[in-house]
């Protein structure tokens, strides 16, 4: 049987090359790398100003590039984009023990600056969102401003208790690490808004290319839930944040939407994408796209396009 997401990732390679976005290992430090796709920084029309630095950091089901594909298509002419494998994903892989949303962060930030990033806007999804409102914390020279779709400042155990009731599963793990076909598929159906028909070969195949590291993976989520004692809400972010969802996200719901705009202050603006769920970029990729390069587009910009 053709293994499809394989044939599909190396397509998917191809027409990245040809949107001038390309993988690249970089060394975090002995024993660390990390994995990107990295984007031109020279735009098409030969301007000399360097295009502005777009970071897409992805959730815990699938790797960078397929989180991201309709994204990187869409703003690969005008941003450079950088859009990174977190550590266990893809091909990033680190010897060390320490699975916390700080180390996942430190990476992050020491492999921009390797690639000579020295600010840049951070999209960050589910995972990904809570990994970029980390480095937001502890780079916040390094982070400009950060677009987060369903995702939260950090991972509570009584926000777990409730998500995870609400969803009917026990654990972060048996929802994000299915072991079956059928789980894949309940997995999916859970994250989107409607789920279209699909083989169960394909559910199959994307099992057995996708859940690599699960020990490792297992330890990350263990990592992520912490004491509502141990979680501090900071005062402000100096970046510009800007929250971005699937209006009818099963997952990081309405109320956690708006809680999280309260959480972020005055400063913070939330818009809704309506028939999306918790995979609103892949659900409606036209309309995330047009709201992003809104919000990306310098101020007065985006008014004068539309007018």
């Excluded at 976005?21 to 360097?50: C, L, R, S, Y």
């Excluded at 984009?81 to 091909?91: E, H, K």
């Excluded at 937001?136 to 995870?164: D, H, N, R, W």
Aim: hydrophobic residues 40%.
């Amino acid at each position: 049987m053709v293994k499809i997401f394989a044939v599909y990732k190396k397509l998917l390679r191809g027409l990245m090359s040809i949107a001038g976005v390309k993988p690249q290992m970089v060394e975090i430090e002995p024993g660390t790398a990390m994995h990107f796709w990295v984007g031109n920084d020279v735009a098409k029309n030969k301007q000399t100003k360097p295009k502005p630095a777009v970071v897409f950091l992805h959730g815990f089901a699938a790797d960078g590039i397929i989180t991201w594909q309709f994204q990187v298509f869409a703003l690969a002419r005008n941003y450079r984009v950088y859009v990174p494998d977190l550590i266990f994903f893809g091909g990033s892989l680190t010897d060390k023990p320490d699975r916390s949303l700080e180390f996942q962060a430190e990476c992050l930030a020491k492999g921009l600056r390797k690639l000579g990033v020295e600010s840049c806007t951070l999209v960050g999804f589910s995972y990904g969102g809570m990994v970029g409102f980390k480095m937001a914390q502890m780079y916040p020279e390094l982070v400009e401003s950060m677009v987060i779709t369903g995702s939260v400042m950090a991972l509570t155990k009584s926000f777990s208790c409730a998500a995870l009731e609400t969803i009917g599963f026990n654990s972060w793990s048996d929802l994000l690490l299915p072991n079956s076909a059928k789980g894949v598929q309940l997995l999916y159906e859970i994250a989107t808004y409607k789920l279209p028909k699909i083989p169960n070969f394909i559910y199959k195949n994307y099992l057995e290319v996708m859940f690599d590291n699960r020990k490792e993976k297992v330890e990350l989520l263990r990592a992520l839930e912490i004491d509502d004692k141990d979680f501090t809400l900071p005062h402000n972010y100096p970046q510009r944040v800007h929250l971005l969802w699937g209006g009818n996200d099963m997952i990081f719901t309405r109320e956690v939407a708006n809680n999280l705009k309260r959480q972020l202050g005055d400063t913070a603006t939330l818009q809704y994408i309506e028939k999306a769920g918790h995979l609103v970029q892949i659900e409606r990729p036209c309309i995330y796209n047009r709201l992003l390069k809104q919000i990306l587009a310098p101020p007065g910009e985006d008014r004068l396009k539309r007018h």
